[in-house]
Nanobody, 125 residues
Framework: QVQLVESGGGLVQAGDSLRLSCAFSGRTFSTPPMGWFRQAPGKEREFVAVIMWSSGRTSYADSVKGRFTISRDNAKSTVYLQMNSLKPEDTAVYYC??????????????????WGQGTQVTVSS
């Protein structure tokens, strides 16, 4: 069983920065791809970013490319999402997820098996 616990959300103004953290435990023998998704009210869950645990290779949604950075700390089993130049349209609940190991840079929710509880990010204009 895998446990994912997100933290770091909050209320900020447009242009500000936030860093989300996702502590990962329960399957230390494996190195799954780790992703971030977000879901705004009335909208479907959408892909934000993913990192391959072993190689560090990353991929981003076009809407966040150049503003968000995903990274991981192997020693702490933690994935981060650094969010800069935040916009009101970034407002959503952000979820961390552990993907299936054989999938390269997964970007669809059904390619992920484990999810955190989510953390709210609100960006005011």
């Amino acid at each position: 069983q895998v446990q994912l616990v997100e933290s770091g959300g909050g209320l900020v103004q447009a242009g500000d920065s936030l860093r989300l953290s996702c502590a990962f435990s329960g399957r230390t023998f494996s190195t799954p791809p780790m992703g971030w998704f977000r879901q705004a009210p009335g909208k479907e869950r959408e892909f934000v970013a993913v990192i391959m645990w072993s190689s560090g290779r990353t991929s981003y949604a076009d809407s966040v490319k150049g503003r968000f950075t995903i990274s991981r700390d192997n020693a702490k089993s933690t994935v981060y999402l650094q969010m800069n130049s935040l916009k009101p349209e970034d407002t959503a609940v952000y979820y961390c997820a552990a993907g299936r190991e054989r999938i390269w840079l997964p970007s669809r929710p059904n390619e992920y098996d484990y999810w955190g509880q989510g953390t709210q990010v609100t960006v005011s204009s």
